[in-house]
């Protein structure tokens, strides 16, 4: 079956260390592989784009890395903030076998704590 | 401020009511979405309008009923919910609905709905 994983349980940092999350999938062939930031009562807020022939993509403190041959992607916040703590969804883009347009499909999102 | 902005920001209904969840953009998109979210679970794709043509209706019941006059507003009208739909509604738009930067997203605040 068709699979997106995230972290479930919160990720709990100290400010000033790296944070990674982590986006696997199964059964899913993304063109590309999106990036959100959710907090509490407020809808996502696109972040960070990756395609499938990149292997890294940068944005100031942000890194974003995707593995095909793995089909993971890594996120990573340097120099973490407690201004960074919030829940971050990944989200496949899907390009259609057959016409229609992409789709993305979300994944449950990891909630991230970044202590003072 | 993401351009899109959803009303009412807070709903709460019986099982017999009808009412209607209203999202503009002022972004110039030309795709509007409607996504589900419940706690702990992924977002879920509802409908699609591209152009203002209905692409998507991800298997959604017929109490949920969509409506898109212009690309600017969506509507989504609510008759005889049931107590399992109380979720956060998210409204979405994109500059379209097929090429890669294109499909990026930009979220409303969304509607809390509960269903009493």
């Known amino acids: 079956s068709q699979k997106i994983e995230q972290n479930s349980e919160a990720l709990n940092i100290q400010e000033g260390k790296t944070a990674t999350l982590t986006c696997n999938y199964t059964n899913y062939s993304p063109a590309y592989l999106q990036w959100y930031r959710q907090d509490p009562g407020r809808g996502p807020v696109f972040l960070l784009l990756i395609r499938e022939n990149e292997k890294e993509k940068r944005k100031e403190r942000l890194k974003v890395t995707f593995d095909t041959t793995l089909k993971q992607s890594l996120f990573h916040i340097t120099a973490s903030q407690p201004a960074d703590s919030a829940t971050y969804l990944c989200?496949?883009?899907?390009?259609?076998?057959?016409?229609?347009?992409?789709?993305?499909?979300f994944g449950a999102g990891t909630r991230l704590a970044v202590h003072p | 401020e993401t351009g899109v902005t959803q009303t009412p920001r807070h709903l709460v209904m019986g099982m017999t009511n009808k009412k209607s969840l209203k999202c503009e953009q002022h972004l110039g998109h030309n795709a509007m979405y409607w996504y589900k979210q419940s706690a702990k679970k992924p977002l879920e794709l509802m409908f699609v309008y591209n152009f203002k043509e209905q692409t998507e209706n991800n298997s959604v019941p017929s109490r949920f009923s969509p409506e898109c006059p212009n690309s600017s507003h969506l509507f989504l009208h609510l008759h005889t919910l049931q107590p399992e739909d109380s979720a956060l509604y998210l409204c979405?738009?994109?500059?379209?609905?097929?090429?890669?930067?294109?499909?990026?997203?930009?979220f409303g605040a969304g509607t809390r709905l509960s269903v009493l």
């Open positions: 989200a496949l883009d899907m390009v259609p076998f057959s016409g229609g347009y992409n789709k993305l499909i």
């Open positions: 979405a738009s994109s500059q379209g609905a097929g090429q890669a930067m294109k499909n990026i997203q930009y």
